[in-house]
């Protein structure tokens, strides 16, 4: 059972431009919202993180928008640079469980200079 | 502050062999997740080890074991190795079970 559905599972988007991945989950337990980064070769890194008791949460040229009711949440990136080209993993985790993170597919961003 | 180390980096091995992999967490941290990362796929929960226990288990078969030890290092045996366990063996870490978890930068297995 996929908890947690990501898309698009790719995108290409211009230097400059903005790049919005959306990510859907079905358990409403789950109360710890993260996004991270994978170049290749590497491991994920944390990005960005958001309860579901904030809508919007913004650092630097990254935005999680939250929506509790619809249960979906988004990563925009603004500004989009070549060096932002890495896949995206959305994840979720839920602290009564042990905060295991249950993940998305990833989407894989293409910022073309 | 030394991040999270994995060794080793690449592994070959035959279907039917055992494999053993190594994760140093981050200082502090007392808590590491296992994660299975298939090609072009997100990371999957094997399981969670905290101050030496064994604290969750994902959809994953006994074939997969671990240990964690004093140091709060771990590692992660495979045996009976199958074709489909090629994949990104990732390890997390964290303070007490904490959500935020830094990974570390993995070991790529190759089962022929």
């Known amino acids: 059972q996929q908890q947690v559905k990501q898309s698009p599972q790719s995108l290409i988007v211009q230097k400059g431009g903005i790049s919005i991945i959306n990510c859907a989950y079905e358990?409403?337990?789950?109360?710890?919202f993260p996004w991270y980064q994978q170049f290749p070769g590497k491991g994920p890194a944390l990005l960005i993180a958001i309860r579901p008791d904030v809508s919007e949460k913004k650092e630097g040229r990254f935005t999680i928008s939250f929506n509790k009711s619809a249960k979906q949440f988004s990563l925009h990136i603004m500004d989009s640079q070549p060096g932002d080209s890495a896949t995206y993993f959305c994840?979720?985790?839920?602290?009564?469980?042990?905060?295991?993170?249950?993940f998305g597919g990833g989407t894989r961003v293409l910022v073309k200079p | 502050e030394t991040g999270v180390t994995q060794s080793p980096t690449h592994l070959i091995k035959t279907r039917g062999q055992q494999v053993t992999l190594r994760c140093s967490s981050q200082?502090?941290?007392?808590?590491v997740s296992w994660y299975q990362q298939a090609l072009g796929q997100g990371p999957q929960f094997i399981f969670q080890?905290?101050?030496?226990?064994?604290?969750g288990r994902g959809n994953f078969p006994p074939r997969f074991s671990g240990l964690q030890f004093p140091n709060y290092s771990s590692e992660l045996n495979v045996n009976a190795l199958e074709l489909d366990d090629s994949a990104l063996y990732l390890c997390?870490?964290?303070?007490?079970?904490?959500?935020?978890?830094?990974f570390g930068p993995g070991t790529r297995l190759l089962v022929l």
């Open positions: 994840a979720a985790s839920d602290e009564a469980a042990g905060n295991k993170l249950t």
């Open positions: 358990n409403t337990a789950f109360d710890y």
């Open positions: 200082s502090g941290h007392n808590t």
């Open positions: 080890y905290y101050r030496e226990e064994e604290n």
């Open positions: 997390a870490s964290s303070i007490d079970r904490a959500e935020t978890q830094y």
